[in-house]
């Protein structure tokens, strides 16, 4: 970490964390802005453009190795104008240019260290140098003086490349869309490719070669499958990689919460920085399968991990933390892992020590313990997972005991900021665990996240923005921010009514429509106003989180479903999955949202309005439980008063005509058509499951 002593440079002034970090580095760093692309255009200088994030183990040593030394900087100062980005405040800076680094034929990570031309063009790149040759790479000075002399030497060479490779990275984004749509086979293939992959062993799926990360959207797509196709094979790829990821060292089994990824295929060693968007989709899916098995551990997982975030990532102003590094005191790790001694000394239940795998040699650095729970070479899918209450009684006083004292370490550093479509993921996985629960304050922590982002990172027109830190928001929303922010306000209406969700969702929709979409189907990922790229990207891949298009695709189907804007929507998605057909194609695997969402649209939709009129709030909240606990991904319901029916019944053909008739009406709808209405929920269900 940054020196503070030293003398600080312009990032100083920035509320990133990353570039904080970055503050008292001898490097004289620019944040991403004009005065760095006129000092490079001025001074005909190559810029260095260092993206990183707050919690990447790399970037810290990278910092430690060469931007914290002095003979390394007063090169960087001399020969290059150097920025400092933070990626989860830019993903679209960070999407051009590590798109850029992969048409180079070179794997992407972090940190990217991008060389520009003053015009802002890739140059060359790659991700971590070290200070010197080894790990087969070059060293980052020796890197410095080859671009340097090359720009002194070869100025005209490399400006064409560069231009070739950035008219390369447009005409790619904005490839003619054929309109043929994916046939449904594609679902087949992918659930099959799903099979192939898993590891039998430790579960998940061998997907890479070293690391398992984890694979939440994978889980979702499988469960979605298996209540519609009923195929319990996907049930179990789901059932037992959750019961992994829960079991292994990348989760923390004394403080809760699921880390990055594990750096081996058993789930056991992770890079144990926590990112709120790896917990978010975990609880989503884990919501998903409680729903479906009605097992425990999933429930209780959902509970420590909600725990975690309350506990550690909830901050004062509303909203919750990005991240948890991975390192403190400088050593990855380390507030997480235990000697035999210092556990021994705090909890002597042997059970619980052997259940654990605390051992004096350790599995970890130092003879230090990652705890874990061993599983290999079993089938909880098969044998059910049996925990007697009296152990889980115990396991837990530890678990309390082994946090109280944790809790007197240094914690590793808290990325503070709070990103808009983060924190709608975070409101996504409390409404899934509210929807299977019925647990009221889930309900009221999404709806008190939601307020703040409303309150602080969305404007009157609709538009809304990417970051809030320190007081201060700033930066244009992202794809993902706008198309999670819908999802959310869909959401918050179906589960807890009020129309002022649904006409907030179709205002932030609107913007999107007018300010993003693409004349070839799919969303942009920036905002048309934003100057400051060189490319306007087109994303589908679900990577660490959705992708933006994936999203907007799953507020289509409700917003279809329930008669909006009649049929056009499932026009716009067809436009979607027909543009991203090669990829549902050939790379499936890295598409399971967007296949949850074809998945949904290929299959005959069901439709459930309850209309009702001067019933009590527990009445109707129970209508809601009941049916958000129908394991069917394709129904579409909603339950509304019949004055807020018709005030929205001119935009939602679905409540046309609807009334309360004695009180309380069931309208049971498939594609559309609709059986004649009931008043009882029994007849209902019967309706609905046929």
Not at 114 to 126: A, D, N
Not at 372 to 390: A, R, S
Not at 493 to 517: A, D, P, R, S, V
């Amino acid at each position: 970490m940054a020196n503070l002593s030293k003398k600080p440079n312009r990032l100083v002034h920035e509320k990133s964390p990353y570039l904080l970090q970055h503050a008292h580095n001898p490097v004289d760093w620019f944040p991403w802005g004009p005065e760095a692309f006129e000092k490079a255009v001025t001074e005909d200088k190559v810029i260095l453009l260092s993206i990183g994030y707050s919690t990447c183990h790399w970037c810290h040593v990278m910092e430690r190795e060469s931007f914290e030394d002095e003979s390394t900087a007063e090169v960087l100062n001399r020969d290059f104008v150097c920025i400092k980005l933070d990626r989860e405040e830019r993903p679209d800076i960070d999407k051009i240019y590590m798109d850029a680094l992969h048409a180079m034929g070179t794997q992407g990570g972090w940190p990217l260290n991008m060389f520009l031309t003053p015009m802002k063009e890739p140059i060359l790149g790659g991700t971590y140098f070290p200070p010197e040759n080894r790990y087969g790479k070059r060293s980052f000075k020796e890197v410095l003086k080859l671009v340097n002399q090359a720009w002194i030497h070869q100025k005209g060479e490399l400006l064409q490349a560069a231009k070739d490779l950035t008219i390369y990275l447009k005409e790619n984004e904005t490839r003619t869309n054929a309109g043929q749509v994916p046939e449904k086979q594609i679902l087949i293939q992918n659930f099959n490719r799903y099979i192939q992959v898993y590891d039998k062993d430790y579960f998940g799926f061998k997907t890479n070669s070293v690391n398992k990360f984890p694979p939440s959207m994978a889980l979702s797509f499988l469960l979605d499958y298996y209540m519609i196709e009923k195929d319990n094979r996907a049930l179990e790829l789901a059932f037992n990689t959750a019961y992994a990821m829960k079991s292994g060292g990348i989760y923390d089994q004394v403080g809760g919460g699921i880390c990055r990824y594990a750096t081996d295929h058993e789930w056991l060693v992770p890079h144990f920085e926590k990112m709120l968007y790896d917990n978010s989709l975990f609880v989503e899916t884990l919501a998903k399968l409680y729903r479906i098995t009605n097992e425990t551990f999933f429930l209780e997982t959902i509970q420590e991990i909600i725990s975690y975030i309350e506990r550690d990532m909830r901050l004062n102003v509303g909203g919750i933390a990005s991240a948890e590094d991975a390192d403190s005191e400088g050593v990855e790790g380390k507030f997480y892992v235990w000697t035999e001694s210092e556990i021994k000394s705090l909890v002597s239940d042997e059970e619980i020590l052997n259940f654990w795998n605390v051992t004096e040699e350790g599995n970890f650095e130092h003879n230090q313990n990652i705890l874990n729970v061993y599983f290999k070479g079993k089938n909880p899918f098969t044998h059910g997972i049996q925990f007697k209450k009296d152990f889980k009684e115990r396991i837990q006083k530890a678990k309390d005991i082994l946090l109280e004292r944790r809790n007197t370490r240094i914690r590793p550093l808290r990325d503070d900021k709070i990103l808009t479509s983060w924190n709608c993921l975070w409101i996504r996985a409390l409404l899934s665990s509210y929807e299977v629960t019925g647990e009221t304050k889930y309900l009221n922590q999404a709806k008190e996240i939601y307020d703040f982002i409303l309150t602080y990172l969305v404007k009157e027109n609709g538009s809304v923005l990417r970051r809030f830190r320190d007081g201060e928001t700033k930066y244009f929303g992202t794809l993902s921010d706008y198309s999670e922010l819908i999802w959310v306000c869909l959401r918050l209406f179906q589960l807890n009514g009020g129309i002022h969700y649904f006409e907030k969702g179709i205002q932030i929709w609107e913007y999107l429509e007018n300010h993003f979409l693409s004349d070839v189907g799919p969303y942009y990922e920036s905002y048309e106003g934003n100057e400051d790229l060189i490319v306007r990207t087109i994303e589908g891949y679900d990577g660490v989180e959705p992708s933006g298009n994936s999203t907007i695709l799953h507020c289509f189907y409700f917003l279809n479903s329930m008669g909006f804007l009649n049929g056009k929507l499932e026009t716009k998605a067809n436009s979607i999955f027909a543009y991203f057909l090669p990829e549902l194609t050939q790379n499936s695997l890295s598409y399971p949202s967007m296949l949850s969402a074809f998945l949904k649209f290929q299959t005959p939709s069901k439709e459930v309005l309850v209309v009702y009129r001067n019933q009590s709030e527990d009445i109707v909240k129970n209508i809601r439980m009941k049916l958000s606990q129908i394991k069917d991904p394709t129904l579409v319901w909603c339950v509304l008063s019949e004055e807020e029916c018709r005030s929205l019944e001119n935009r939602l053909g679905l409540l046309q005509g609807r009334d309360a008739g004695n009180g309380i009406r069931y309208f049971v709808c498939q594609n559309f058509h609709c059986e004649l209405p009931k008043d009882n929920w029994e007849e209902t269900l019967q309706l609905i499951s046929q």
